[in-house]
């Protein structure tokens, strides 16, 4: 029998204490983070990545883990330079040369 309009296949809804698996495998990561010899560790890869390749470094492991507002407003305000603002500043004001 379909489903009317508004009705859900799945009323109950997931239960309570299920988690997702991204919620599963990111609270396993918080965990491992936790340890000081694990963020040693990552600091230590990190600086080998970032020396041997920034832009690299920066394009495929910093930009996605920012959250989407900053990644827009790096790659529409400042096309080809990347500078680093609060992500509570107030929006920057329009520049004479993209104001209307």
Known sequence: MPF??????NPNGRP?????????????LDSLLSEQS??????AAFEIELRKNPVRFFRDI???LL????VSRIMTESPGTIVWKSLTENPPAESPATAK
Do not use: C, F, H
């Not at 009317?4 to 296949?9: A, C, E, H, K, R």
């Not at 309570?16 to 396993?28: C, E, N």
């Not at 694990?38 to 600091?43: K, V």
């Not at 959250?67 to 900053?70: L, M, S, T, V, Y």
């Open 4 to 9: 009317q309009p508004g009705q859900s296949g």
């Open 16 to 28: 309570v204490g299920s988690g997702s698996g991204r919620s599963k495998i990111l609270s396993a």
């Open 38 to 43: 694990t963020l040693d560790e990552m600091r």
């Open 62 to 64: 910093i930009m996605p």
């Open 67 to 70: 959250p989407r507002e900053a």
